[in-house]
């Protein structure tokens, strides 16, 4: 299907209360300037690091309507009349608005596109103008949720070139896969995963334009749909630029809190339903997802329904870079996509003794402070070599934390599923970074802190 962007001209909402200006504004020509913006969208298969057909990031087939806010003093505009050129771009959405206004004058514009036709989100035009998420029959692997916005600022003076405008999206993507070999032995073993439903925690509402602040946080749930068909491409930083292909299993846009910043936030919570037709085989809850605006969060496991679920977690903008991570707790290490850093190691490590090791137990860690809610992290050993490890940042503010031997049998972390423990121990902060629990002893054993090498 064609990509184009079209210009709603049921929804030009350029404000009553320049009606009533109207006659007290000058309406010479020498005084008025056209205005064009370029209008561009950092689509997801445009991106640098993904060649045309890899996949990286879900490829919207949806045509777009564009939709236009111009505000003068707080007020919305109403009277003008701005002239629309729509032209189809091969890989990103492209627009041209020409808007004629005041010289000497400052005025707002809002850009908002979305699919044409839905109705996934409604805006309030009255100043300043929010987006409100409708989350009415919420459905899973909806591709049509995706959108993309830009708020500028201009003073109006002659001889105004044309002003380029990129429209981001305002959600992060979660994307659940897993691999072929994986599909393709839970269909030989009778089970074919057709729909999967999800279920996030504090998911926002609503998003302020001009300040980019999302608000009022809730619980939601994906109701249970067919599975994309594209395939997903994840990279990781040990063999960048490689892509690894995987099936999608789950792709969900969803409002990210702290959509001011910009920087990474988390879910509490996020928890996947696999279902054959509309009978549930299986549901997997995941703790701690961090997820960013504009920007991809892939769960990836290579045997997530014929065997336990051992995940990795990336995060993937469609523009800018990866964080590369995993379930219960695996450390996340960032990778731009042009230039490749090497990372600082900030993680803390588990050198569990051989009574620890028995019955397969898994292991946590505690942090707690005065004046701070107690905290969980999950560890993991990613590579196999009986040192577990989490990231530093995920307790950061936190100067005590316990090791703690956990029941395999039970994915809560709290006392209750608690086996062992160390003593209260000390954040360190002079370089050491791996704890190593003493031979012979289940608690309080006297462990030692040193360097991981």
Request: with cysteine; charged share 20%; hydrophobic share 35%.
């Amino acid at each position: 299907m064609k990509k184009l962007f079209h210009y709603a001209a049921a929804v030009i909402v350029l404000a009553a209360a320049y009606a009533c200006q109207r006659e007290n504004l000058p309406v010479s020509s020498q005084d008025e300037v056209e205005v064009t913006f370029a209008i561009s969208t950092e689509s997801a298969i445009a991106t640098k690091a993904a060649p045309e057909g890899t996949g990286i990031g879900y490829a919207d087939t949806y045509e777009k309507e564009l939709l236009f806010y111009v505000y003068k003093d707080g007020a919305l505009l109403d009277q003008l009349q701005p002239e629309i050129e729509d032209f189809q771009g091969a890989t990103d959405l492209n627009a041209k608005v020409t808007v004629r206004l005041v010289k000497g004058q400052d005025y707002e514009f809002v850009f908002w596109a979305q699919a044409e036709g839905k109705s996934h989100y409604s805006i309030n035009t009255a100043y300043p103008p929010v987006v409100t998420v409708n989350y009415d029959a919420l459905a899973a692997n909806d591709e049509s949720r995706d959108a993309f916005y830009a708020v500028t600022k201009l003073h109006i003076e002659k001889g105004m070139g044309i002003e380029n405008v990129t429209l981001t999206r305002p959600f992060a993507q979660i994307n659940v896969g897993t691999s072929q070999d994986d599909i393709d032995a839970a269909k030989a073993a009778g089970v074919v995963i057709d729909n999967t439903s999800v279920t996030l925690s504090n998911v926002a509402t609503k998003l302020d334009l001009f300040s980019g602040v999302a608000s009022e946080g809730k619980e939601f749930t994906f109701k249970a749909a067919a599975l994309p068909q594209q395939k997903l491409n994840v990279y990781n930083k040990a063999d960048y630029p490689t892509a690894h292909e995987y099936s999608y299993l789950s792709m969900n846009y969803i409002l990210v809190a702290d959509a001011v910043t910009g920087e990474k936030d988390q879910l509490d919570a996020y928890k996947i339903t696999f279902l054959q037709g509309t009978r549930e085989i299986n549901t997997i809850s995941i703790p701690n997802v961090p997820v960013r605006r504009n920007w991809r969060t892939n769960i990836i496991g290579e045997n997530v329904l014929t065997d336990y679920a051992s995940f990795n977690i990336t995060i993937t903008p469609d523009f800018y870079g990866e964080y590369n991570g995993g379930i219960d707790g695996n450390p996340f290490e960032e990778l731009p996509y042009d230039q490749p850093e090497e990372t600082v190691d900030n993680n803390l490590y588990l050198k569990p003794n051989s009574n620890w090791k028995v019955d397969n137990a898994r292991f946590a860690v505690y942090a707690f402070q005065d004046g701070k809610p107690e905290k969980w992290v999950n560890m993991l050993d990613s590579d196999s070599d009986g040192i577990y490890e989490m990231d530093k940042a995920a307790i950061e503010g936190y100067t005590n934390i316990i090791f703690c031997r956990m029941n395999p049998g039970a994915t809560a972390n709290n006392w209750t599923n608690k086996w062992n423990q160390t003593a209260d121990l000390k954040v360190p902060t002079d370089g050491t970074n791996l704890y190593t629990v003493k031979e012979g002893t289940w608690d309080n054993g006297g462990g030692t802190w040193s360097v991981f090498e």
